[in-house]
């Protein structure tokens, strides 16, 4: 037994502490361990009496969630979107100094590949916008033949022009890069593309002889462009020397007047044929 005073280990029978002398009592034999267990369970007890569902709460207590990352893709959109403005503001406030100041960067390119879509897209359906709407009660031109064909000429007709470009730089002594050329090229175009969407959307509202002009207007500019690109190669070329810009725009001129022929053959050749089937 255990002497609650002196804490004095004694026999099981003993009566008196051998060390301090009190008496000891036989119903507490370690009231100092067994205590706190008792009121632990106590506790433990009450707790789950007053409030049965607090145990499995905290069980099922769950780390707070993280908040939701932005997609990336709607970012990019966003960055692209945000990019492009900015490119087409610069393009219309001041087409040449926007020009120069281009380059061969991802963000350049990926404006002038959109400058160059809705270009080639819109110009072919103000055609088709039109054509359906003169030849209702005949028929519906094709889809394939009037937008789909002649957008892919139309790029390729883009292409094209910048290759010659590119050839011409070289005649001039400049050490342009292909890619420069052509985000330079694309930013004169945002006007052509500019008149291009407009041509559509009047043809939406039937006025055919406005939509006429407006494409008429969308080739002189793009002429205008490709020449605009010339000068501010020559203004922007590293070593003076080569072919003088005259001559450079004379050669210019020859080769493009061979390949929009081509082309005008080609996108006539498309419209005959609709016409005839």
């Given at each position: 037994?255990?002497?609650?005073?002196?804490?004095?280990i004694?026999?099981?029978?003993?009566?008196?502490?051998?060390?301090?002398?009190?008496?000891?009592?036989?119903?507490?034999?370690?009231?100092?361990?067994?205590e706190?267990?008792?009121?632990?369970?106590?506790?433990?007890?009450?707790?789950?009496?007053?409030?049965?569902?607090?145990?499995?709460?905290?069980?099922?207590?769950?780390?707070p969630?993280?908040?939701?990352e932005?997609?990336?893709?709607?970012?990019?959109?966003?960055?692209?979107?945000?990019?492009?403005?900015?490119?087409?503001?610069?393009?219309?406030k001041?087409?040449?100094?926007?020009?120069?100041?281009v380059?061969a960067?991802?963000?350049?390119?990926?404006?002038?590949?959109i400058?160059?879509?809705?270009?080639?897209a819109?110009?072919?359906?103000?055609?088709y916008?039109?054509?359906?709407?003169?030849?209702?009660?005949w028929?519906?031109?094709?889809?394939?033949?009037?937008?789909?064909?002649?957008?892919?000429?139309?790029?390729?007709?883009?292409?094209?022009?910048?290759?010659?470009?590119?050839?011409?730089?070289?005649?001039?002594?400049?050490?342009i890069?292909?890619?420069?050329?052509?985000?330079?090229?694309?930013t004169?175009?945002?006007?052509?593309?500019?008149?291009?969407?407009?041509s559509?959307?009047?043809?939406?509202?039937?006025?055919?002889?406005?939509?006429?002009?407006?494409?008429?207007l969308?080739?002189?500019?793009?002429?205008?462009?490709?020449?605009?690109?010339?000068?501010?190669?020559?203004?922007?070329?590293?070593?003076p020397?080569?072919?003088?810009?005259?001559?450079?725009?004379?050669?210019?001129?020859?080769?493009?007047?061979?390949?929009?022929?081509?082309?005008?053959?080609?996108?006539?050749g498309?419209?005959?044929?609709?016409?005839?089937?």
């Open positions: 037994m255990i002497c609650g005073k002196c804490q004095t004694n026999n099981d029978d003993a009566k008196f502490c051998i060390n301090c002398g009190k008496q000891i009592d036989h119903l507490k034999q370690n009231p100092v361990e067994n706190p267990e008792v009121k632990v369970e106590a506790t433990a007890t009450q707790a789950t009496d007053e409030n049965p569902t607090s145990a499995a709460g905290a069980e099922s207590v769950q780390p969630k993280r908040p939701m932005p997609d990336p893709t709607i970012e990019m959109a966003k960055e692209i979107g945000q990019s492009f403005w900015n490119y087409l503001l610069n393009g219309l001041a087409p040449y100094q926007a020009s120069k100041e380059g960067k991802q963000a350049d390119l990926i404006n002038g590949l400058t160059l879509i809705i270009f080639s819109f110009l072919p359906l103000s055609v916008l039109s054509g359906t709407m003169l030849m209702a009660g028929g519906r031109p094709s889809f394939i033949r009037t937008v789909v064909i002649p957008f892919f000429l139309f790029i390729l007709f883009i292409a094209i022009t910048v290759a010659v470009l590119f050839a011409v730089a070289r005649l001039m002594n400049s050490k890069d292909f890619l420069q050329v052509f985000t330079r090229f694309m004169f175009m945002i006007i052509p593309a500019g008149l291009a969407l407009l559509f959307v009047v043809s939406i509202f039937n006025a055919y002889l406005f939509s006429t002009i407006l494409m008429s969308v080739f002189l500019t793009m002429f205008l462009a490709s020449i605009a690109t010339i000068f501010t190669i020559k203004d922007t070329k590293e070593k020397g080569g072919l003088d810009v005259t001559y450079v725009i004379i050669i210019h001129f020859l080769i493009m007047t061979i390949v929009l022929l081509l082309f005008s053959d080609a996108l006539i498309q419209l005959i044929n609709q016409m005839m089937w």
